[in-house]
């Protein structure tokens, strides 16, 4: 399937797929809404859940893709000055073509972030990495499907193409993945907001809250594993 680099509003760039017309970020602004739905509504959120405990986190990302929200992790972990261990799940990764084309490293830390970026492009598939001291990164090829983690990560990035074109990923069997992937009190943030992705959550057992969404979106949704 043919892709392309395009701009987003907020000048950094995203990967655009025209047979789907999909984007692999909003198109309405890239860091802009990693920063919103992935950093403030979940990192954040766990890091204020986990207050007066151990400042160490999990996190599962599924749909690793541009490596964008990964990169936006890393960073912020040295800020928050908590260790993150980090895994992306991706079947499709993108070609080193492709990540030389995006303007992530720029947009986030001019001085270290086009190494950082490279690094994590460049590492292995299927071995945890100490990227820094403070994160750590394994990135997993594999489909959705094949996740069978339990009892495991703090928080999932759930950041799959849009349930209008894959569908098949935001379904109940995926969800009932997700649900066993989280420890106890875990968190899913996604960027969409769909009346039947939030039934497939609820159905699993994870009690769901709207946000306000990030820039061209009015909501998104936090799931929380609130029973065992």
Same mark, same amino acid.
């Given at each position: 399937?043919?892709?392309?680099? $395009? $701009?987003?509003?907020?000048?950094?760039?995203? $990967?655009?797929?025209?047979?789907?017309?999909? &984007?692999?970020?909003?198109?309405?602004?890239?860091?802009?809404?990693?920063?919103?739905?992935? $950093?403030? +509504?979940? %990192? &954040?959120?766990?890091?204020?859940?986990? +207050?007066?405990?151990?400042?160490?986190?999990?996190?599962?990302?599924?749909?690793?893709?541009?490596? @964008?929200?990964?990169?936006?992790?890393?960073?912020?972990?040295?800020? @928050?000055?908590?260790? !993150?261990?980090? !895994?992306? !799940?991706?079947?499709?990764?993108?070609?080193?073509?492709?990540?030389?084309?995006?303007?992530?490293?720029?947009?986030?830390?001019?001085?270290?972030?086009?190494?950082?970026?490279?690094? %994590?492009?460049?590492?292995?598939?299927?071995?945890?990495?100490?990227? /820094? +001291?403070?994160?750590?990164?394994?990135?997993?090829?594999?489909?959705?499907?094949?996740?069978?983690?339990?009892?495991?990560?703090?928080?999932?990035?759930?950041?799959?193409?849009?349930?209008?074109?894959?569908?098949? %990923?935001? /379904?109940?069997? *995926?969800?009932?993945?997700?649900?066993?992937?989280?420890?106890?009190?875990?968190?899913? *943030? /996604?960027?969409?907001?769909?009346?039947?992705?939030?039934?497939?959550?609820?159905? *699993?057992?994870? %009690?769901?809250?709207?946000?306000?969404?990030?820039?061209?979106?009015?909501?998104?949704?936090?799931?929380?594993? /609130?029973?065992?």
């Amino acid at each position: 399937m043919k892709r392309e680099i $395009i $701009i987003t509003a907020d000048g950094s760039s995203t $990967i655009h797929l025209p047979e789907w017309n999909e &984007h692999y970020h909003s198109k309405h602004g890239a860091i802009q809404e990693a920063a919103h739905v992935f $950093i403030q +509504s979940g %990192l &954040h959120h766990c890091c204020q859940l986990k +207050s007066g405990r151990n400042g160490h986190l999990a996190i599962l990302e599924m749909g690793f893709g541009t490596g @964008l929200n990964a990169l936006m992790t890393l960073f912020e972990a040295e800020k @928050l000055n908590i260790t !993150v261990d980090y !895994v992306g !799940v991706e079947a499709y990764p993108v070609t080193p073509d492709e990540v030389f084309q995006l303007n992530y490293a720029d947009r986030t830390d001019p001085s270290s972030g086009a190494a950082v970026f490279k690094t %994590l492009h460049e590492l292995s598939w299927e071995h945890a990495h100490e990227v /820094t +001291s403070h994160f750590s990164l394994t990135k997993r090829r594999q489909f959705f499907n094949a996740v069978a983690d339990e009892n495991t990560f703090d928080l999932i990035y759930f950041d799959a193409f849009g349930p209008r074109v894959q569908p098949e %990923l935001w /379904t109940v069997p *995926v969800f009932e993945r997700m649900f066993k992937a989280l420890k106890y009190q875990g968190v899913l *943030v /996604t960027y969409s907001a769909k009346g039947s992705v939030r039934r497939a959550m609820q159905q *699993v057992g994870f %009690l769901v809250e709207k946000l306000p969404g990030p820039p061209g979106k009015r909501e998104m949704l936090r799931a929380s594993k /609130t029973k065992v």
